[in-house]
């Protein structure tokens, strides 16, 4: 695993956890930081989020309803740690996007072009590189989250990445 400090807690089961409890080491992410402006924003926003561990294999989004971060079981306990780690950055992106008052899911735009979604892309694709992980492991992280090529596509390219398909 390339990612410093970073932790998973795989053995966790179905329920309401703390989001570190779960996840550690986030605290060291420059990445982070800028996401949430400031080691004390982010340390104060991170120390109340909840993570709830779900019993399906979905993987990890925010439940805008609930102020939730949830996972799916199959998914923590057998994602790549480098993929759950830029699952919990791109994730967080949301939490500030929608702590903001940003529409997290405005239906005037399709899931590829929705302005949260390519923020949320952008800076994971910024971290991924940043920790060691080349275009055809990005293109591989991005391929769980594409509905098909052509939408993969079309988010490779309003992103930057550049492997090939």
């Given at each position: 695993m ?10 966790a ?5 703390r ?14 930081m ?32 609930t ?41 005037a735009?399709?899931?590829v ?9 952008r800076?994971t694709?910024?971290?991924a ?15 769980m ?5 052509s ?6 390219d309003?992103i930057g ?5």
């Amino acid at each position: 695993m390339r990612v410093r400090n970073f932790r998973v807690r795989r053995d966790a089961e179905i329920g309401e956890y703390r989001l570190t409890d779960v996840f550690g080491g986030l605290e060291s992410s420059s990445s982070l930081m800028k996401v949430f402006g400031s080691r004390s924003e982010m340390s104060k926003t991170m120390a109340h989020l909840k993570l709830s561990v779900e019993p399906n294999d979905s993987g990890l989004w925010f439940d805008r309803d609930t102020g939730t971060i949830c996972v799916g079981v199959k998914h923590l306990k057998g994602a790549k740690a480098d993929f759950l780690y830029l699952d919990v950055i791109h994730v967080l992106v949301h939490v500030c996007q929608f702590l903001e008052g940003r529409d997290l899911y405005d239906q005037a735009f399709e899931y590829v072009e929705r302005p949260t979604e390519l923020e949320a892309y952008r800076c994971t694709v910024a971290e991924a590189r940043k920790v060691g992980l080349d275009e055809a492991e990005i293109l591989r992280y991005l391929r769980m989250d594409a509905a098909d090529d052509s939408e993969l596509g079309k988010l490779m390219d309003k992103i930057g990445v550049k492997a090939r398909r």
